[in-house]
């Protein structure tokens, strides 16, 4: 697992061994930044069930404003701070150790345009996660993308009210989903 572009391209970032963590692989990552393209620039980017934080370490070496990551497994948090200081990015990162659904409920909402959701697999966290963003949409920026890292297996529609499902794309045992405030709760998928 590395850093593909950016201010901290080339650099090794430490895993957790163990199933604790769903890393996504270079291709996904490399494909996921490429769909989001320019508007990762600036942007303040929310990385949920963050793990060791590879997403949220992309999108800072990539030039975004700010990065919060929250997790709360210890060990995780431990390895995700020690990417965050070997790849010089940490002053503009936050890290929160919290349950990510008490984070949602609790906290003050922020707005943000980007926010990554990659929970462990087949427990519906992620329909859980989305539904409640779904419910305090100024989690997200007016122009901000939602993006859910799941198996395919797991995929179900989901009926809500301010998310709409605007982007599918499948990448071998990878599926992401990418989510925008809409008006409705109709489904478009785009290639």
Do not use: C
Not at 24 to 49: E, M, Y
Not at 177 to 188: A, D, I, K, N, V
């Amino acid at each position: 697992m590395r850093v593909i572009s950016g201010s901290a391209r080339g650099r090794r970032l430490k895993s957790l061994p163990g199933s604790a963590t769903r890393p996504i692989t270079d291709r996904v990552k490399t494909a996921l930044f490429d769909i989001l393209g320019p508007r990762i620039v600036g942007a303040r980017v929310l990385d949920l069930f963050a793990g060791t934080g590879s997403v949220g370490i992309e999108a800072l070496s990539r030039g975004a404003a700010e990065a919060v990551f929250v997790e709360k497994d210890p060990r995780a948090i431990r390895v995700l701070r020690e990417n965050l200081r070997e790849t010089g990015l940490a002053d503009r990162a936050r890290v929160v150790r919290a349950d990510v659904f008490t984070f949602l409920r609790s906290a003050r909402a922020e707005a943000f345009d980007f926010i990554y959701i990659a929970p462990p697999q087949y427990r519906g966290w992620w329909r859980r996660t989305l539904e409640q963003l779904d419910a305090r949409p100024e989690w997200i920026a007016p122009e901000g993308r939602v993006v859910v890292q799941i198996h395919p297996r797991e995929f179900e529609t989901l009926t809500l009210h301010h998310l709409d499902l605007v982007d599918r794309r499948d990448y071998g045992s990878t599926h992401l989903l990418f989510y925008s405030r809409g008006e409705g709760h109709r489904e478009r998928r785009t290639s």
